[in-house]
Structure formats: structure tokens, C-alpha cells
């Protein structure tokens, strides 16, 4: 391969890259819309498209989701107030690997809330993690 089409393939991934990633943040606006909507209403199903279970949910002494079936059961437990509120009033925030969070303080710690992008477009729920600031 000679160093002239080694640069412009280079430089035609330079390019495209910044597009990539606004077609990436463009689908998980789409689907985050969902995503809130789903939470506000409900909606267990809606909420566990795409998620794998079991499900690390690090909140006080629950520390996982084990199945759909249970994230249905005891939805409000899972997304008790505090948590249905930050899915209401946050947009998570890109992270340089593709993931997305919300992360907040309360009680002493610190608490993220993940989404994971699916080799689809789509995007999934992928966790809550617990720790100290």
C-alpha cells in the first residue's frame, strides 16, 4: 500500500468519524425518548428491549436484576422515585466509549446509571452502579 492512499484513507476516516458520531448521538436521542417515555410509564418490557439479564443494579442492598420476568414483578423497586426522576430530568452524557450515563450523588455516594449501544443502532439498558464519590 503506498503512503499516499494510506493518507487518504486516513484522512477520509478523519472525515467521516465526527458524522458517525452525530448519526450515533441522533439514534440515541431517538431511542433515550423511548427510554424515558417507558420508564415515566411503566413500562417493564419497553425498558428491558435489549437488556442482557442478569442485570448489575447496585442500589443499597439490591445488587442485581436477575430476570425480565422480576424487573416486571417489582418495577418500582428497581426504579424507585429518585431513579424514574433522574431518567426524567437528565440527558446522560457520552462517554469517549460509546456508553452512555447519568451519574449523581445521594446518601454518601455516587451512582451511574448506564446504556449500551447494540450492534443494531439501538441502544440498551446496561446497569446502575453504587460506589463512594
Known sequence: MSLRF??????LAI?????MADTAQEDFAKWWRQFRTAVAARDSRAVALGVQFPLNWENGPIREIPSEAELAQHFDRYFNKEIAQKVAGNTPERLPNGIYSITWKARGNEYSIYFKPLGSGGFALDGLSEGPP
Do not use: D
Open 15 to 19: 472525515l467521516s468519524h465526527p458524522a
Open 6 to 11: 494510506s493518507l487518504v484513507v486516513m484522512q
